[in-house]
């Protein structure tokens, strides 16, 4: 499985941007994808999540009612659509999978996933 993240980019803060993950090769293989965030000098952050098949995408708290993490499961693709974008979202963006879904106490650790795009970098500024 390969992933592709981008859709990165300078916005002022208040403003929006989406970023798209681009999944191929076996991607039957994964049914479960996270967003993760890092900011410079910090640790790899839990963003969101969602399954490829069904249910709803959670998210961590910093993010919640400000992104949306959504799936076209026609063009392996997963989007996380970001608003209200402030300095301290400014981060590269990675996206992130596995096969099985995770349990939510479960999905803020990065050791727990299988494939990892390249990353975006996110610059939130006026």
């Known amino acids: 499985v390969q992933l592709q993240a981008s859709g990165g980019g300078l916005v002022l803060p208040g403003g929006s941007l989406r970023l798209s993950c681009l999944a191929s090769g076996r991607r039957f293989n994964m049914n479960f994808l996270a967003w993760f965030r890092q900011a410079s000098g910090k640790e790899r952050e839990f963003v969101g999540s969602?399954?490829?098949?069904?249910?709803?995408?959670v998210y961590a708290n910093s993010v919640k009612g400000r992104f949306t993490i959504s799936r076209d499961n026609a063009k392996d693709t997963v989007y996380l659509q970001m608003n209200d974008l402030r300095p301290e979202d400014t981060a590269v963006y990675f996206c992130?999978?596995?096969?099985?879904?995770?349990?939510?106490?479960?999905?803020?650790?990065?050791?727990?996933?299988?494939?990892w795009g390249q990353g975006t970098q996110v610059t939130v500024s006026s």
């Open positions: 969602i399954t490829w098949t069904s249910g709803s995408p």
């Open positions: 992130a999978g596995r096969q099985n879904r995770l349990v939510f106490s479960e999905q803020a650790n990065p050791r727990a996933y299988e494939w």
